[in-house]
């Protein structure tokens, strides 16, 4: 069964700072992995998709690697803003379980003006 | 971008009500939906797949008949909540992908907070 980890559970820095958050799988065999962001009382918005050939993807200050070998991803946010502060998801997909996301649970962000 | 519309936001009832949510792909078809659960301060729980014009898969431990999920067109699935009590009071968030199976990310709605009194 395909278990999700997210480390740390919460996180606080300044705003300006560099941070990286830690997502781990157990199975390897993924067919893609997923970042999202989910803000209080609403859906997720998805950030960035990793396919399982892929090693990392790009988008504004954000970057995501994936090394599937050893089950892991990395979300890196660079020049933190206050406005990042949100819950950050990550979630890998294999197709023999139909499509279906399996999620961590999530680090709570908080960047400090 | 793909859009996944989903209604009410919020829904406040007495024990004992029925409640309907709809989740609507807006500018793409959906063959297949999902429901999640999440609890607060914890992750989404995958409750159903819904897939048009057939039965839901649901996951072990949910309840078919307290859930019930109906996906009669490409672009709309409904999660109803039937006989709802206190402990069914959660986030209920549904999401779908243009092309499933494939790379392409999930898109999801914005969420029904659910509280039943």
């Known amino acids: 069964k395909q278990e999700v980890t997210q480390i740390p559970a919460a996180l606080s820095v300044p705003e300006g700072e560099n941070l990286v958050l830690n997502c781990s799988f157990t199975?390897?065999?993924?067919?893609?992995l997923q970042w999202f962001r989910q803000d209080p009382g609403k859906g997720l918005t998805s950030l960035l998709l990793i396919q399982s050939s892929q090693r990392e993807q790009t988008s504004g200050r954000l970057n995501a690697s994936l090394d599937k070998s050893s089950g892991r991803s990395t979300l890196y946010i660079a020049a933190s803003q206050p406005g990042d502060s949100a819950t950050y998801l990550c979630?890998?997909?294999?197709?023999?379980?139909?499509?279906?996301?399996?999620f961590g649970a999530g680090t709570i962000l908080r960047v400090k003006s | 971008g793909a859009v996944v519309s989903q209604h009410p936001s919020r829904v406040i009832c007495k024990s004992g009500t029925s409640v309907k949510i709809e989740c609507r792909s807006l500018d793409f078809q959906a063959t297949t939906m999902f429901w999640y659960r999440q609890f607060p301060k914890k992750s989404l729980m995958l409750m159903a797949t819904?897939?048009?014009?057939?039965?839901?898969?649901?996951e072990q431990g949910v309840e078919k008949d307290k859930f019930l999920i109906n996906h009669a067109s490409l672009t709309l699935s409904t999660l109803t909540v039937t006989s709802a009590h206190p402990e069914d009071s959660s986030f209920y968030i549904c999401?779908?992908?243009?092309?499933?199976?494939?790379?392409?990310?999930?898109?999801f709605g914005d969420g029904t907070r659910l509280s039943i009194l």
């Open positions: 819904s897939n048009e014009g057939s039965k839901a898969t649901y």
């Open positions: 979630a890998v997909k294999r197709l023999e379980y139909g499509n279906k996301l399996v």
């Open positions: 199975d390897s065999a993924i067919y893609n």
């Open positions: 999401s779908a992908s243009p092309t499933p199976g494939s790379n392409q990310p999930q898109h």
